[in-house]
């Protein structure tokens, strides 16, 4: 066996099934369990340590043991340490094990008395490793029913759609603190039909009772020509409607209540009605605004 796994096969194979087997019985949530817990690095530092340990022990009492042998044993060892996997007393162990045949010599024993036109039947043993893979089988369909239509645990489909709605819940909480980066400066016109349709729902909540539903004009003024009392432009349109209009006008600053990025939407639907001319819309007002050539 040994000449299969040599010292340095033998420590970190066996450290590395140690440390995933912690990892993996070792509940540490989205980071690994050795992150998480310290100590899990000191066990597993004590673990190598008495690996170690145990492979000088070995060898120190092999030598032993070889010295006390004979050398007859010894030629003998030596002989068995170079056979083949498969012919290792240990791989035939095995094997034995596994399948307890028997010698061909022992048929006699196992014949069974009946004879179909001289076909006979040899009365073996089930091969212990069918035998045991069919409990390990009945063991599994046993958990299976119980955790799964007795006690009614989740189903994969049912365990899919649970995360995804507690991800989409985490999204939305995200979402809300996340900060809004959208300002002045960064500010850009949008003309994704999408953005558009939100910007006119968010309109239709705020703006018409004053600007009208075709933004004509009412209380405040017409938002379809082409002239601006505060300044044309995604820009100015969008500083217009955070921070308001004049003292005492009647456009409140809307930063308070609508989020940055909307406001950025609302601007751009605003500015998609450029030059709809609605019936009886109110005179403009302000100037006429050019878009700067930059
Ligand atoms: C309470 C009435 C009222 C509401 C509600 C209102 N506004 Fe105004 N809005 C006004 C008034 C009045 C002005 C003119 C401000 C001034 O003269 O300084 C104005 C000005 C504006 C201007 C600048 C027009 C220009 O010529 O420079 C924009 C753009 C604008 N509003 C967009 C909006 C949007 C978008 C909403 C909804 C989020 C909204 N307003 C809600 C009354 C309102």
């Known amino acids: 066996m040994k000449k299969y796994f040599p010292v340095y096969v033998r420590v970190p194979l066996l450290f590395s099934i140690f440390f995933f087997a912690m990892e993996f019985f070792i509940d540490s949530g989205d ?3 050795f992150v998480k817990y310290p100590i899990v690095i000191l066990i597993l530092f004590l673990f190598l340590f008495v690996l170690i340990a145990m492979e000088i022990v070995l060898k120190a009492t092999n030598n ?3 010295s006390l042998l004979t050398e007859e044993q010894r030629k003998q060892k030596e002989i068995e340490d170079n056979l083949p996997f498969t012919q290792t007393p240990f791989y035939q162990n095995l094997m034995q094990k596994l399948v307890r045949s028997r010698k061909i010599e022992e048929e006699d024993e196992l014949i069974m ?10 009365d073996n043993v089930l091969p212990p490793w069918w035998v045991y893979l069919f409990y390990g089988c009945i063991a599994f369909a046993f958990i299976y029913l119980v955790r799964f239509h007795i006690l009614g645990h989740d189903d994969q489909t049912t365990e899919f759609e649970k995360e995804m709605a507690e991800a989409k819940i985490a999204v939305e909480e995200y979402k809300k603190t996340a900060p809004d980066v959208m300002d002045k400066e960064k500010v850009t016109l949008l003309t994704d039909a999408a953005d558009l349709a939100a910007g006119k729902a968010i309109f239709e909540t705020n703006c018409v009772a004053c600007h009208r539903a075709d933004a004509g004009g009412a209380i405040g003024p017409n938002l ?13 349109v969008f500083n217009t409607i955070m921070e308001g209009g004049r003292a005492g006008k009647g456009m409140v600053s809307w930063k308070e209540i609508i989020k940055p990025s909307d406001i950025q939407k609302v601007a751009s639907y605003v500015l998609s ?3 709809t001319n609605p019936a009886d819309a109110k005179a403009p007002e302000g100037e006429v605004w050019e878009e700067p050539a930059n």
Not at 115 to 122: A, P, S, V
Not at 224 to 236: E, F, S
């Open 31 to 33: 980071k690994p369990a």
């Open 64 to 66: 032993i043991l070889n």
């Open 113 to 122: 008395d009946h004879d179909y036109d001289g076909i006979k039947e040899l």
């Open 224 to 236: 379809t020509d082409n002239q601006w009392i505060l300044g044309g432009g995604v820009k100015n």
């Open 273 to 275: 009605l450029q030059g």
